[in-house]
T-cell receptor
Framework: DAGVTQSPTHLIKTRGQQVTLRCSPKSGHDTVSWYQQALGQGPQFIFQ???????QRGNFPDRFSGHQFPNYSSELNVNALLLGDSALYLC???????????????FGAGTRLSVL | DQQVKQNSPSLSVQEGRISILNCDYT??????FLWYKKYPAEGPTFLIS?????DKNEDGRFTVFLNKSAKHLSLHIVPSQPGDSAVYFCAASDTGTASKLTFGTGTRLQVTL
């Protein structure tokens, strides 16, 4: 059973460019959340997608946008990259429902983005 | 504004002894709390959770305690094993579920032989 997979694993971009990160959720999961983890910090919630719509959003500017596809996979897009966007971007999947396992987030290994 | 704080960046414990990891929070709207463990080059892995209606939850060697009046939670690992060496993150949510998490900065646990 494949867990959460993210691609690419590493990425180098320059300031002002745009980037797209991809995530495939764990089998059986229908909800995808994205987090940004700066060096020495804990992950910070960006947004969550369910039924192809953004449902919740953290304190991130509109330069950060996303998409969820009918197969539940998701993309994170960041426009006009800044040096401060350099971080590990984590995708987490979960399923909505009832019971002890619902909403528990399973994380991928992340995409390391470096902005030069 | 750090709403979830883990004030100990690192902790070293001998194998077989108890490990106690601490976490404080400031947002009184948080009603669901979790602990995640992270190994290098891997994503965080869910360990244990607790709802604000409880003050304790156990799962094998792991127990989480919640003190709502002090806005404090702790993770106890008994007995500690070398494979427990990892970074532990405390996380909280104000949605009543395990979604939209606010994480602490992590505590690196080293279990020595």
């Amino acid at each position: 059973d494949a867990g959460v997979t993210q691609s690419p694993t590493h990425l180098i971009k320059t300031r002002g460019q745009q980037v797209t990160l991809r995530c495939s959720p764990k089998s059986g999961h229908d909800t995808v959340s994205w987090y940004q983890q700066a060096l020495g910090q804990g992950p910070q919630f960006i947004f969550q997608y369910y039924e192809e719509e953004e449902r919740q959003r953290g304190n991130f500017p509109d330069r950060f946008s996303g998409h969820q596809f009918p197969n539940y996979s998701s993309e994170l897009n960041v426009n006009a990259l800044l040096l401060g966007d350099s971080a590990l971007y984590l995708c987490a999947s979960s399923f909505r429902g009832w019971g002890p396992e619902s909403d528990i987030q399973y994380f991928g290994a992340g995409t390391r983005l470096s902005v030069l | 504004d750090q709403q979830v704080k883990q004030n100990s960046p690192s902790l070293s414990v001998q194998e077989g002894r108890i490990s106690i990891l601490n976490c404080d929070y400031t947002n009184s709207m948080f009603d669901y709390f979790l602990w995640y463990k992270k190994y290098p080059a891997e994503g965080p892995t869910f360990l244990i959770s607790i709802s604000s209606i409880k003050d304790k939850n156990e799962d094998g060697r792991f127990t989480v305690f919640l003190n709502k009046s002090a806005k404090h939670l702790s993770l106890h690992i008994v007995p500690s094993q070398p494979g427990d060496s990892a970074v532990y993150f405390c996380a909280a949510s104000d949605t009543g579920t395990a979604s939209k998490l606010t994480f602490g900065t992590g505590t690196r646990l080293q279990v020595t032989l």
